[in-house]
């Protein structure tokens, strides 16, 4: 039973790792752009969290 289930997780992470990868990448310059400034976010970090909590930025 656990095994099914560790292995349908195991599926799960392998066919969507290059999505992780993806939106890390896409953090990654939108942080050393400094591209979050273009919104009313001062810090990449309060920019993140509304990002990842499904808010939308706030563009000036």
């Given amino acids: ?3 099914a289930r560790l292995k349908t997780l195991e ?3 392998a066919r969507n790792q290059y ?4 939106i890390g990448k896409a953090l990654k310059e939108i942080r050393d752009s400094q591209l979050y400034k273009l919104t009313l976010y001062e810090t990449f970090e309060t ?3 509304a ?4 808010k939308p930025a706030m563009n000036l």
Wanted: glycine share 6%.
């Fill in 51 to 54: 990002c990842l909590s499904g």
């Fill in 11 to 13: 599926d799960i992470v």
């Fill in 47 to 49: 920019y993140s969290k």
């Fill in 19 to 22: 999505r992780f990868v993806k």
């Fill in 1 to 3: 039973m656990h095994h």
